[in-house]
């Protein structure tokens, strides 16, 4: 294997037992530090009965508390201490130099501090993805991003400038002249979430005469934010839209900049030596280590030391592939990506259920444009599931055909039925972050 | 093909370029100038620690 695929070949294929020791030991030092200078991680610890001495294993890791968002918000806030930042904090203030926070889509933001080590910690996990994913510094990326309070697209701007590649910040201006600023620089890359890549497609397409595939020079493009990166159907149509390979990357506020596509683009790797990934069991709660088997992430950042994000309940769905990758590397890789979010996965009519599985059925039909809109509900006892697609151009005669060959696919992948709506062509929202897409009003 | 690399030595360097680092804010008299960049220069040498060292005491242990 060629060393210059591997930014740092030394981590990237250690031997996984070594991977492992490397893990418990990192683990040890975040959480001695944690509780020596965090009194909400020592408060947490010491009613649980755990102190650094009694990590010795792995089955040891496990008994420690979880952390999840609404104990962030208990702590954090106006009148609490450290003020935005609660004593999660491990540092003096004046060693924070970076704010950001989550969207608070489901309450109140968790606000994020990072120092200066921190930060750079971040853009050395980032660079690990752009460098997997065949960045270098013969590349001109453009990001097209809202450069703001949200961690977003930053490390890779950073991380991005360390590997040498040009960078064009992309922020204020509006899709078409970010369009027009990508071919008047013949930028090769870029990187944004799946839904603004297709959005940005479809608006170069159908209002600017561009086609990104031919009249733009973009050969590679990372995304973020949403499972789309790993669902199949989602990826082909940003690839055939640009023209360009699509590599799915994730990451998140709390824990850091944690997945990424190799340039085989078979999987999430996860950064194994950054961070630790354990995957609990939905029902049970139990640790699952095999692979093909669904649960939730349980994440920690090894070396996080700010605000430390220590056994963090990221409510993300994972599966392990055990797999060895063409790639080379040692990381073990995720199935299928991020497969949903935990709130968002739920039983209707008793069969569990993901938006993400009617997103591959839905992006598999060309006839159908990129946009769809699922709501859940009841009608008097039972269980419904609305769904609102848009038919392409084109193909405004072809509704009764779609529709029966719709239903059938997704009875078939779902096992469920559903309440079919054909929008006019551009009439569900449109998005330049991450998509809003799924609703469940069945508890209102 | 693997790198060729010397881990032994690169972990020196690293703590040698930590040492420099905190010797030349030592004698630097609080100018603020060098006080913040050796505080840079030290993020990157701790990832470097991350990257290098830390492997290092795992890969090196028992051989
Ligand atoms: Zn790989």
Redesign the interface.
């Known amino acids: ?3 210059s695929v591997y930014w ?4 990237e294929t ?1 031997p996984r037992e ?1 991977l492992q ?2 893990q418990l ?2 683990f040890k030092r975040i959480f001695t530090w944690a509780y020596d200078n965090s009194p909400f991680y020592r408060r947490l610890y010491r009613d649980a009965g755990i102190e650094p001495g009694d990590i010795k294993t792995f089955a040891d890791i496990r008994k420690v508390p979880k952390i999840e968002k609404s104990m962030m918000r208990e702590i954090q806030g106006p009148g609490k201490n450290n003020y935005p930042y609660g004593d999660i904090l491990c540092v003096p203030k004046t060693d924070v130099c970076s704010y950001r926070q989550t969207s608070g889509t489901t309450g109140q933001p968790v606000y994020q501090a990072d ?3 921190d ?3 971040g853009i ?1 996990a980032y660079s690990h993805a752009l460098w997997a994913q065949t960045y270098r510094n013969t590349d001109r990326m453009l990001l097209p991003f809202g450069y703001n309070i949200f961690v977003a697209f930053w490390a890779a701007h950073y991380a991005a400038e360390k590997l040498g590649v040009e960078v064009v910040p992309g922020g204020v201006l509006n899709t078409e002249a970010r369009i027009l600023k990508m071919q008047e620089l013949e930028a090769n890359a870029m990187a944004a979430t799946v839904s603004y890549v297709l959005n940005m497609g479809r608006v170069a397409r159908e209002k600017m005469g561009i086609d990104p595939a031919k009249d733009l020079n973009i050969q590679k493009i990372t995304v973020a934010g949403e499972p789309g990166g790993s669902i199949p159907a989602t990826r082909q149509r940003m690839e055939e839209l640009w023209g360009a390979k699509v590599y799915d990357q994730c990451g998140s506020t709390e824990i850091g900049h944690w997945g990424w596509e190799c340039h085989h683009q078979a999987g999430l790797h996860v950064n194994e ?2 961070f630790l990934f354990e995957i609990e069991d939905l029902e049970t709660g139990e640790i699952i280590t095999e692979p093909g088997k669904k649960g939730r992430l349980v994440a920690t950042a090894l ?1 996080r030391t700010a605000q430390p994000c220590i056994r963090f309940d990221a409510k993300d769905i994972i599966q392990w592939n055990a797999e060895p990758c063409a790639c080379g590397r040692s990381f073990w890789r995720l199935d299928g990506g991020i497969i949903g979010r935990a709130d968002d996965i739920t039983k209707v009519k008793g069969v569990l259920w993901a938006p993400s599985a009617v997103e591959e059925v839905v992006r598999g039909f060309a006839q159908l444009s990129d946009e769809y809109q699922i709501i859940l509900s009841k009608k008097g006892d039972a269980d419904q599931i609305e769904l609102k697609v848009e038919l392409m151009p084109g193909y405004e005669n072809n509704e009764a055909d779609v529709r029966h060959a719709l239903l059938a696919k997704l009875r078939l992948q779902t096992n469920l039925n559903y309440l079919l709506d054909f929008k006019t062509y551009g009439d569900l929202p449109r998005f330049e972050g991450k998509g809003k897409r799924f609703q469940d009003l069945r508890h209102n | ?3 060729e ?1 010397d ?1 032994n030595a690169m972990v020196q360097k690293i703590q040698t370029l930590k040492q420099n680092a905190a010797e030349l804010k030592a004698v630097a008299g609080g100018i603020v100038a060098v006080d913040r960049n050796i ?2 220069i ?3 040498i ?2 470097m620690e ?3 060292c ?2 290092a ?3 090196l242990a028992g051989d």
């Open positions: 294997m060629d060393p740092n070949p030394i981590l250690m070594k020791a490397l030991k990192k120092s200066w080590q930060w750079e910690w050395e030596a950054f070396d | 093909m693997k790198p690399f881990l505080n840079r030290s993020a990157s701790r990832v991350l990257d290098i830390d492997a005491d795992i890969l």
